[in-house]
């Protein structure tokens, strides 16, 4: 099918409708604005690595994150709409998290 139209993916997904962070489907830059279904427009407040994660509403310091429905871990700090989620302000669950610290030694969260 040559004429068929092909969609575009969008930059991020929300992969459950009880998620509070979508993800990257693709490199996504600082200060793109995307619009998922049923969510206020996001501008993305840090350059996305596809397959990280990016708050799609305001989060909590202690609150959990939701990927696929369910929790993955805990936010250290309050996160931003727009902000990536990740290991400088996510602590999991289910395994220690590690971070640098100052002298670059690896430190268990």
Do not use: C, W
Request: proline residues 6%; charged residues 25%.
């Amino acid at each position: 099918m040559a004429n068929a139209a092909i969609e575009k993916t969008p930059p991020l997904i929300r992969l459950d409708a009880r998620d509070n962070v979508a993800v990257a489907t693709a490199m996504t830059e600082e200060g793109v604005v995307i619009t998922l279904a049923g969510l206020e427009p996001i501008r993305v407040l840090n350059r996305i690595s596809i397959g990280h994660k990016v708050a799609i509403r305001a989060i909590s310091s202690g609150e959990k994150i939701l990927k696929f429905g369910f929790p993955i871990g805990s936010a250290t700090r309050d996160i931003a709409p727009g902000e990536h989620v990740h290991t400088h302000n996510l602590k999991s669950d289910y395994l220690p998290t590690f971070t640098l610290d100052r002298d670059r030694q690896f430190v268990k969260g």
